[in-house]
């Protein structure tokens, strides 16, 4: 197989360096250490031909957008994250490496490029389930708050901050001072090493490029809607199957497990060719490093480390941050929804960064849809 540098394959596709990139980690692309600099990377020359060729074709613009609506090519432009070549990056640090010191407030600063400046709050919600809170003191807050068009920067970033400390008293049921991990830490009855890997599994949660809760919450900042509406928009989408809520999938995996045995319940999903629930992701083919920094920080518990083995043994597949997530919440024994919660609470951080930077462009995402039913007869018509 033939390799070429990172320029000739940017010279032979015609694009920027950031969508090379993301050919790599959708997997569309292979690339390699370069042997005489492995500070560099080499490109397949055989991809970058099949991938020239395609875009060399004429594609007409709804055939475009298509292709992009899901793990396509970048449709918005933004300043906030990045995953390339394996990592995921925030304003140009390293998630990874974020994750290893900082508090939540310190990373949310450092996305929003602001001050974390709350201001005093609303009364907790302390009824109702863990996720129900959430959901309630979102809701209550977007009833009332002003919209966010015309409002300065620093007062965005006052209500951002405002949202997530909102979040996190629903999430805790009460007000209380300290770092954000540790006052889970308290709520959730955590030791000091649960209460940091919370800690770092928040950072790592914290955005994930234009996903599909964070694209909700771009469009109901696109009309204008208060910061709290437009988190709102983000945790009802977080909230589905395929999402946030995919953890709960994970820990259906694990009942199989316990029933069959690992081996069995894995080739069982194979063989019906079933989704294996917390393993492989779309932009990380070589692994999901965020699984793979907070596994690092605990003992995965007997019957998840079974199922580790055998979907290494019988797919190749890695692990992902949702199996991460649901190992995590099994091993300091979290709170029922406290996982989802610790998704939510990180991810919020993004939905109000990319809300704040959507309301700054002043444009309203308006997509167009390609009809496909049945026309009405012309002579029907009045």
């Known amino acids: 197989m033939a390799w070429i540098s990172s320029a000739e394959a940017i010279r032979q596709l015609g694009v920027r360096p950031q969508t090379l990139y993301a050919y790599v980690s959708r997997g569309r692309l292979e690339a390699r250490p370069d042997p005489e600099d492995p500070r560099r990377s080499l490109y397949s020359a055989d991809d970058i031909e099949r991938l020239a060729s395609r875009r060399s074709g004429p594609k007409r613009a709804a055939e475009i957008a298509r292709a992009s609506i899901a793990w396509g090519e970048p449709v918005l432009t933004s300043k906030l994250t990045v995953i390339a070549e394996g990592r995921l990056c925030y304003r140009g640090v390293d998630a990874i490496d974020l994750s290893q010191t900082a508090t939540l407030e310190a990373a949310a600063a450092h996305f929003w490029a602001a001050d974390y400046a709350p201001r005093p709050g609303m009364p907790p919600v302390t009824n109702g389930p863990l996720k129900a809170r959430l959901f309630t003191a979102l809701a209550t807050r977007a009833g009332t708050d002003p919209h966010?068009?015309?409002?300065?920067?620093?007062?965005?970033?006052?209500?951002?901050?405002?949202?997530?400390?909102?979040?996190?008293?629903?999430?805790?049921?009460?007000?209380?001072?300290?770092?954000?991990?540790?006052?889970?830490?308290?709520?959730?009855?955590?030791?000091?090493?649960?209460?940091?890997?919370?800690?770092?599994?928040?950072?790592?949660?914290?955005?994930?490029?234009?996903?599909?809760?964070?694209?909700?919450?771009?469009?109901?900042?696109?009309?204008?809607?208060?910061?709290?509406?437009?988190a709102l928009a983000g945790l009802s989408t977080l909230s589905g199957p395929l999402h946030g809520a995919a953890v709960n999938g994970v820990l259906a995996f694990l009942s199989e497990a316990r029933l069959l045995g690992a081996g069995v319940a894995v080739s069982a999903r194979l063989d019906e060719g079933r989704a294996l629930p917390g393993f492989g992701h779309p932009l990380y083919p070589g692994g999901d490093p965020r699984a793979t920094e907070l596994l690092a920080h605990f003992e995965v518990p007997e019957k998840l480390a079974d199922i580790l083995s055998a979907v290494a043994n019988e797919s190749g597949e890695y692990p992902n941050v949702d199996f991460a997530i649901g190992a995590m919440a099994q091993r300091f024994a979290l709170p029922t929804d406290a996982a989802f919660s610790v998704f939510a609470i990180g991810r919020s951080i993004g939905w109000l960064g990319h809300a704040m930077e959507q309301i700054e462009t002043g444009s309203l995402i308006r997509p167009r849809a390609r009809y496909a039913g049945e026309m009405l007869d012309s002579a029907a018509r009045p």
Do not use: Q, Y
């Open 148 to 230: 966010a068009r015309g409002r300065s920067r620093a007062m965005l970033a006052t209500d951002a901050a405002t949202v997530l400390e909102t979040l996190v008293d629903a999430a805790t049921g009460g007000t209380g001072d300290g770092p954000i991990h540790k006052r889970l830490g308290a709520a959730w009855a955590l030791d000091p090493d649960g209460a940091d890997l919370v800690r770092r599994a928040l950072i790592l949660m914290l955005d994930h490029e234009l996903n599909a809760s964070t694209f909700s919450a771009r469009v109901a900042a696109s009309t204008g809607a208060s910061l709290s509406a437009c």
